[in-house]
């Protein structure tokens, strides 16, 4: 398979190339889907910003919790068994929120979620890292990433416009179907993983390993900080629009996710930039991109607002493929899929308080409170990178750094 792509400059077969997509589609279609639907949510359930925003925050801190599990525990995991079961139960739990009756009881089912949901990207991840050279990391990390990015705007816009038109409940109904088909189609694409290194016998051993490097304890912190400020603006802003002067409706706020399209493009194309500028670099001006973006969102205009979503959206994706494949370069063989889930675990524990720390913001100072907080945050994330991405050991197959 992608095994293949070391002999050329290709990246191997294209329906493998096609199921890593689709691994990153399916991983995120419904994880964030209640985003748009928050300023409506409040309403059917007579709930506070906070109450609604837990929505997003019981999935991903079901993520970081699974996520840990499966740095313990994932090395000696089947890669392709493991992301299909994942996907399989990730769509039955999204169909079984349909039958929420209360908040309470939603928080549970986008719980399970959550849980279910790192055994899709985690591995994925590892596999990635795992069947293709360090020289083709960041464009198949680009690719995957993409996946992520259209997966999570087409949750968005599905549940907005079937929210709007025929409730809530639909929503589950429909992207847990998606799942299922998603499982199907990866059981189809994705070819099983090469032989690779074995795993210790000792869990907590990789583990142990990841915490004694600095590079790799930067990138948890970038990670942390990273879908901190994703969720924090894509959550908080529906409350911002949703209030005069813009006063949007559900399907209009669901539709202000478009912008994730741009991201897509941006991360595609980026994939190839990043070999010759090198992630420090390409990660360091995605930082700044979303810094810029949350500035230009304080602009009174829909128009700037969009423009200013859509650079915070591109910076964090751009991020994103420059972790993932950082962890290919600063994790070594054997210790990959526990580097990854550590990742993700940080990851996922900054996307949960990125779902509740703005609401103290908000409340102090509206939505410049919360774009000075994940601004702070942003300066965090900077730091980690100019500083603890700058040395490396040699290595036979580096990264581009």
Known sequence: MAAGATKDEGLGP???????????????????????LLPYLASVFRASKHEVSATISAS??????????????????????????????????????STARTLPQLYVWRLLQGLVTPGIFVMAISYITEQWPATRMPRIMSIYVSGTVFGGFLGRITAGALAERTGWRSVFVVLGALGVVGAALTQWLLEPAAARPSASNARLDPVLRNFRELRLLATFGIGFCMLFALVSTFSYITFYLAAPPFSLSTEQLSWLFSVYLLGLVVTLVVGRMLVRIGLRRGLLGAIASVVTGLLVTLVPSLFAVGIGLAL?????????????????DAAPAGSRVSAAGTYVSCYYIGGTVGGIAPAIAWRAGGWPGCVALTCALLGVAATLA?????????????VPL
């Open 14 to 36: 294209p329906s493998v190339v096609l199921a890593a997509f689709l691994c990153g589609v399916f991983a995120f279609i419904s994880l964030y889907s209640t985003q748009p």
């Open 60 to 97: 991903t801190l079901g993520v970081a919790f699974s996520a840990a599990l499966l740095a313990l525990f994932g090395e000696r995991l089947p890669r392709k068994r493991t992301i299909v079961a994942s996907m399989l139960l990730m769509g039955t739990c999204t169909f079984l929120a």
């Open 312 to 328: 915070v959206g591109a910076g964090v994706f751009v991020a994103q493929t420059c972790t993932n494949s950082f962890l290919r």
């Open 386 to 398: 100019f500083f603890g991405w700058r040395t490396r050991p040699p290595l036979r197959d580096p």
